[in-house]
């Protein structure tokens, strides 16, 4: 068996946006995805710091057997 970990990093990224947008009311992840699309650096670099950043938590998701999946 093999467990995944919401798939990979982007779509825990993208999860944790939507949670947040939930909270203050408006869609982050929109915004975001905009300005990624446009070429903007800074965003790109932030959102490049946050995959890797998520890298072990993702992973230890794994080892635990808490993914959101289930390959037999």
């Not at 944790?16 to 992840?29: E, T």
């Not at 905009?34 to 650096?41: D, L, W």
Request: charge should be positive; glycine fraction near 12%.
């Amino acid at each position: 068996m093999r467990y995944g970990a919401f798939g990979d990093q982007i779509t825990f990224i993208v999860s944790g946006l939507h949670c947040i947008s939930s909270k203050i009311g408006r869609n982050i992840w929109i915004g975001l995805h905009e300005k990624i699309a446009k070429g903007n650096i800074f965003i790109i670099m932030i959102y490049g710091f946050l995959y890797l950043a998520l890298t072990p938590l993702t992973l230890l998701l794994n080892l635990l057997k808490f993914g959101d999946s289930v390959e037999i």
